[in-house]
């Protein structure tokens, strides 16, 4: 292959070039190729995996290192050199985590964590120019940030906090002894989620790696039968069916929201709603866009949840008031997310301030009027209660 090949090629992707004939008779570009060749042979993989790993005639360490093994060939053959980051923050927080002070060890690892991944986002900002592949290293990074703080949290948990002072999912999730080098390396870059996730509960995944996971399962299951039937929960709605800003993003990303709950949300002494919001626009990345777009839904949220307190108990009275009103608040939803969410796609700051002036900015002056004029708690105001779902993702506001 001539030099100007060469070049293309790496230009295409920062990992293998062995699947660039592939490429070039699809037509697909090759970062792509080697991401959907990965996830394939992921899949292959997890069948040996199950059945000739499976934990009856394996042992815990070996079937963490052959999934770590894989795992780490997997972002080595789609990042090439770049794979060395994901190596780097995860030996890194393993060092916090076993050096730093219980009491202290979640914060010390989000604030490393969260660091580090924005160095990198910065990088891919000045090295990419907005030109970013579709595919590259910050998303295993990504992943991996949400499961090294969420294990340090519950590290925390088990090991600091007092049982009666978490609530049930803390509780259930508190790892209660630091997990070692294996251990952590194959919960972080284990093949099975090292790409694209999503992010497992620590507790849940070394159940996995044991044989045990199914036998937990079916008790939860149990218990959960024994208190309520196990069959009157509400299904959690779509994004395309919700009737409120926080329940489209609640069910958008749902891993991702539950690791915002878990590690800001329910963690936060004052400002939670909105510390919550500016932590999700740094973990997605350092372009412009995510934080217009984030801190846009701040006074959204407020006012959407003024707008429900203030009103919706007079629609309650008949089906037909109850139909109108989620019609109603189903297409402002949707209108209004159209609007939050375009500068996540424009990302940088001149062609989202022209969408906002060609919009007149209406949605922000509609947000904070509604903030203003309508009381925060009306008279009469009783709050609700709604259910709780499997992934305690729905809470009362």
Same mark, same amino acid.
Not at 61 to 81: D, K, N
Not at 99 to 104: D, E, R
Not at 111 to 119: D, E, H, N, Q, R
Not at 204 to 209: A, L, P
């Given at each position: 292959m001539d030099k100007k090949g060469n070049t293309d090629i790496a230009f295409k992707t920062t990992g293998c070039t062995w699947l660039s004939l592939v490429s070039d008779q699809v037509g697909v570009p090759l970062d792509q190729v080697n991401f959907i060749a990965c996830q394939v042979f992921g899949l292959a993989v997890a069948f040996w995996f199950r059945l000739?790993?499976?934990?009856?005639?394996?042992?815990?360490?070996?079937?963490?290192?052959?999934?770590?093994?894989?795992?780490? /060939?997997?972002?080595?053959?789609?990042?090439?050199?770049?794979a060395i980051h994901v190596f780097i923050l995860v030996l890194a927080c393993y060092?916090?985590?076993?050096?730093?002070?219980?009491?202290?060890?979640?914060?010390?690892?989000?604030?490393?964590?969260?660091?580090?991944?924005?160095?990198?986002?910065?990088?891919?900002?000045?090295?990419f120019d907005y030109g970013i592949l579709s595919t590259d290293f910050s998303g295993p990074l990504m992943i991996i940030t949400q499961k090294i703080t969420t294990l340090a949290f519950q590290v925390h948990d088990g090991?600091?906090?007092?049982?009666?002072?978490?609530?049930?999912?803390?509780?259930?999730?508190?790892?209660?002894?630091?997990? /070692?080098?294996?251990?952590?390396? /194959?919960?972080?870059?284990?093949?099975?989620?090292?790409?694209?996730?999503?992010?497992?509960?620590?507790?849940?995944?070394?159940?996995?790696?044991?044989g045990q996971h199914v036998q937990h399962r079916l008790k939860r299951v149990k218990d959960t039968s024994s208190q309520q039937n196990g069959w009157d929960k509400i299904p959690e709605p779509s994004p395309m069916t919700a009737t409120s800003f926080k329940s489209f993003i609640d069910n958008w990303n749902i891993q991702t929201a539950l690791w915002l709950k878990s590690v800001c949300y329910d963690r936060a002494p004052y400002y939670r709603m909105p510390l919550t919001f500016v932590l999700s626009a740094i973990w997605h990345g350092v372009y412009p866009g995510y934080y217009f777009t984030f801190i846009t839904a701040i006074p959204i949220t407020l006012a959407a949840r003024s707008v429900r307190r203030n009103f919706r108990e007079y629609f309650l009275s008949s089906r037909g008031l109850k139909i109108c009103y989620d019609v109603v608040t189903w297409a402002a939803t949707q209108l209004t997310v159209c609007y939050t969410v375009m500068p996540f796609l424009l990302l940088a700051v001149e062609p989202t301030m022209q969408y906002y002036r060609s919009m007149y900015f209406h949605v922000h002056v509609i947000s904070i009027l509604a903030m203003i004029l309508l009381p925060s708690k009306p008279s009469g105001f009783k709050p609700e209660i709604h259910a709780r779902h499997s992934n305690n993702n729905v809470k009362e506001n």
């Open positions: 000739c790993l499976n934990p009856q005639r394996t042992t815990p360490e070996v079937r963490h290192a052959v999934a770590t093994i894989i795992g780490a /060939s997997f972002v080595m053959f789609c990042f090439g050199w770049y060092g916090i985590m076993i050096k730093a002070s219980v009491h202290k060890v979640h914060r010390y690892t989000m604030i490393a964590s969260l660091g580090y991944l924005t160095v990198c986002q910065v990088s891919r900002v000045f090295v090991m600091c906090q007092k049982q009666e002072e978490l609530t049930d999912d803390q509780r259930r999730l508190a790892v209660h002894s630091m997990p /070692s080098l294996l251990e952590y390396l /194959s919960y972080n870059i284990n093949f099975m989620s090292v790409l694209v996730g999503p992010c497992s509960m620590y507790k849940e995944y070394i159940e996995f790696i044991k």
